[in-house]
């Protein structure tokens, strides 16, 4: 009798014994879930820095006619560096005392003295007062480069 | 004449320690405590959100149970002035109190993992607890934002306060044991 009292005793502190590990274990899945809980409720709410503030559309028509239109969003603050933004765009130019001239776009050149060309530059349909790199940007601006055949 | 005015003195010493409402080893004791949490925060201060406050006051409480609240505000206030007392002081006036009163209610647990549990959870949710006074200030948009914006830093809190209360909870008792000669119940894993 004894002998069996001793296992007996045995057998409860080791269910004792599983059920407080039990507890441990649970408590800290719990504390891990509210982890994860915490994870996800800050993926979804944190707040997110805004990339690229404006949205602009930059539209390309080369000499025969085809137009190519691209979409963009920029914290540039000038046109020309929107445009170099634009990985599909390649923009060629040189820096001269007016400011930076726009001498080919994606490959094709429109030099005025040698092709009898340039490049016009639009901004919502009107005609750009300033030089690509003093063209201000604004969120939602359309602009337009187009080669034109010098008159 | 002299061994009268011993006796005077020593009979007015008596009155006096009978008339404290707080006995002076009591003063002592907040005394000492508010200086190790003082110290613990500053210790740790170059360490964002890692502290040892929250296992002091857990501690203290299971040992000098009510008196800790004495010290608790005591702290609160030290912190108002070397920092100044803006909506952070408010967090604190209710935040500390609220531990120190859940670890009283679970004063007889024994489980060295409750009371990590309970600093790692303390820990998780201090953003949340701080969050309260937002309520009033903006609403609940302001609150919850708030919230969120420190998630990580309640994450790195929660796990910094799991992982000291595991290495310092039993060596921090047991000096407190051998100060206080108090005896506690075994510690169980």
Known sequence: MPLMRQMGENMTQETNQKSKALKVVLAVAAMLVIIAGMLFLYSKFSPKPVVGAKAITVDVVDDAGTLKEYSLNTDAEFLKQALEEIEDLEITGEDSDYGFMVTAVNGLQAVYDVDGAYWSFYVNDTYCEYGVDAQPVYDGDAFKIEYTLAE | ?189
């Open chain 2, 1 to 189: 004449m002299e061994s009268g005015d011993s006796m005077a003195d020593l009979s007015d010493i008596t009155a006096k320690k009978e008339k404290m409402p707080v006995p002076i080893k009591d003063i002592a004791q907040i005394g000492v405590m508010v200086a190790t949490i003082e110290a613990a925060k500053i210790s740790l201060l170059f360490l964002p959100n890692v502290e040892l406050v929250t296992l002091f006051i857990i501690l203290y409480t299971l040992f000098f149970r009510k008196k800790t609240i004495f010290a608790i505000y005591a702290f609160v206030l030290i912190e108002g002035i070397l920092y100044g007392f803006g909506i952070w002081w408010i967090m604190y006036l209710y935040i500390w109190p609220l531990l120190a009163m859940i670890t009283y209610l679970c004063r007889k647990v024994v489980s060295l993992w409750f009371w990590c549990l309970l600093s790692a959870t303390f820990g998780l949710l201090f953003g949340a607890l701080c969050s309260i006074p937002y309520l009033f200030v903006g609403g609940p948009t302001m609150a919850f934002t708030w919230w969120i914006a420190g998630i990580p830093y309640d994450i790195i809190h929660g796990i910094a306060n799991f992982t000291l209360c595991l290495i310092l909870f039993v060596p921090l008792r047991s000096i407190l044991h051998r100060i206080t000669g108090q005896s506690q119940k075994e510690l169980q894993l």
